[in-house]
């Protein structure tokens, strides 16, 4: 079975750093660790002291423990029972409460919350590489036929946990069918865009270049050439439900 780049060989101890607040965390070859893509999410959102966060896809804990960290109180969920073990070990380690539960997006809580992160997966994956890395891996960044498949349901899902006030970080990646995330997201919430960043691509792009480049010249995918590699564009939307004043 091929071994993920990005995920750790066996159980590791990780240093990472979100808008300058440390932490530590156990990853191994089961869990989503950190990564650029996520890592530019987590230094796009906003979190306060006192705000009710939820933290969906939680992988090895990481948002959520920031979250914990700024003072806030963070529930998170995950599907892969993996994740949500690694998570509770990690916020241990770093001193704070996460309230964590093992379910799909909101897992079954039935309440509003002031902030929503999801860094969900958000790619479209060629399913020989999906086939490649096994199914325990592949449904922790696989996005669907479309890359957008979970963050199409969060839109769906999020409306009701949320009020007036309430903030959900919204990510958009052009490794997806981003132009009907986009059409979803301002038809049912006022959207800001809050980031913007180049992201390299990742390995599996380059191994299937045709597949991605019929997928761009169709105009479902932005994929650009930089330097001899290959790059995505990445957004973060604040969203809200309020009207835009
Ligand atoms: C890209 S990883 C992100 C992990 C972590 N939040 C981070 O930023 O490093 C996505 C995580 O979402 C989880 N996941 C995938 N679909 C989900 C869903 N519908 N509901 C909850 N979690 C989901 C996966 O198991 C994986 O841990």
């Given at each position: 079975?091929?071994?993920?780049?990005?995920?750790?060989?066996?159980?590791?101890?990780?240093?990472?750093?979100?808008?300058?607040?440390?932490?530590?965390?156990?990853?191994?070859?089961?869990?989503?660790?950190?990564?650029?893509?996520?890592?530019?999410?987590?230094?796009?959102?906003?979190?306060?002291?006192?705000?009710?966060?939820i933290?969906i896809?939680?992988?090895?804990?990481?948002?959520?423990?920031?979250?914990?960290?700024?003072?806030?109180?963070?529930?998170?969920t995950?599907?892969?029972?993996?994740?949500?073990?690694?998570?509770?070990?990690?916020?241990?380690?770093?001193?704070?409460?996460?309230?964590?539960r093992?379910g799909a997006l909101f897992a079954g809580l039935d309440k509003?919350?002031?902030?929503?992160?999801?860094?969900?997966?958000?790619?479209?994956?060629?399913?020989?590489?999906?086939?490649?890395?096994?199914?325990?891996?592949?449904?922790?960044?696989?996005?669907?036929?479309?890359?957008?498949?979970?963050?199409?349901?969060?839109?769906?899902a999020a409306?009701g946990h949320?009020?007036?006030?309430?903030?959900?970080?919204?990510?958009?990646?052009?490794?997806?069918?981003?132009?009907?995330?986009?059409?979803?997201?301002?038809?049912?919430?006022?959207?800001?865009?809050?980031?913007?960043?180049?992201?390299?691509?990742?390995?599996?792009?380059?191994?299937?270049?045709?597949?991605?480049?019929?997928?761009?010249?169709?105009?479902?995918?932005?994929?650009?050439?930089?330097?001899?590699?290959?790059?995505?564009?990445?957004?973060?939307?604040?969203?809200?439900?309020?009207?835009?004043?």
């Amino acid at each position: 079975m091929r071994r993920v780049k990005t995920f750790a060989r066996g159980t590791e101890r990780r240093k990472v750093s979100v808008q300058g607040v440390e932490i530590e965390l156990e990853v191994n070859e089961h869990v989503f660790p950190p990564s650029a893509n996520g890592s530019f999410y987590a230094e796009s959102v906003r979190v306060n002291a006192a705000e009710t966060v939820i933290d969906i896809g939680t992988g090895s804990g990481v948002l959520a423990i920031f979250a914990a960290k700024a003072g806030a109180v963070v529930s998170a969920t995950d599907l892969d029972p993996a994740a949500v073990e690694v998570a509770e070990r990690n916020a241990a380690r770093n001193g704070v409460s996460v309230e964590f539960r093992r379910g799909a997006l909101f897992a079954g809580l039935d309440k509003k919350f002031d902030v929503i992160l999801a860094n969900l997966p958000n790619e479209i994956i060629h399913r020989s590489y999906l086939d490649e890395v096994g199914e325990q891996l592949a449904h922790t960044f696989d996005g669907g036929e479309r890359g957008n498949e979970h963050v199409l349901d969060l839109l769906q899902a999020a409306k009701g946990h949320m009020h007036g006030r309430s903030r959900l970080y919204l990510p958009v990646h052009t490794l997806t069918d981003y132009h009907e995330t986009l059409r979803q997201a301002v038809n049912d919430y006022s959207a800001r865009l809050v980031a913007v960043a180049q992201l390299p691509a990742k390995e599996f792009v380059e191994e299937h270049i045709d597949f991605y480049l019929r997928l761009n010249e169709a105009g479902v995918i932005r994929i650009f050439a930089q330097g001899g590699a290959w790059y995505t564009n990445g957004y973060v939307f604040e969203l809200s439900l309020a009207a835009p004043v």
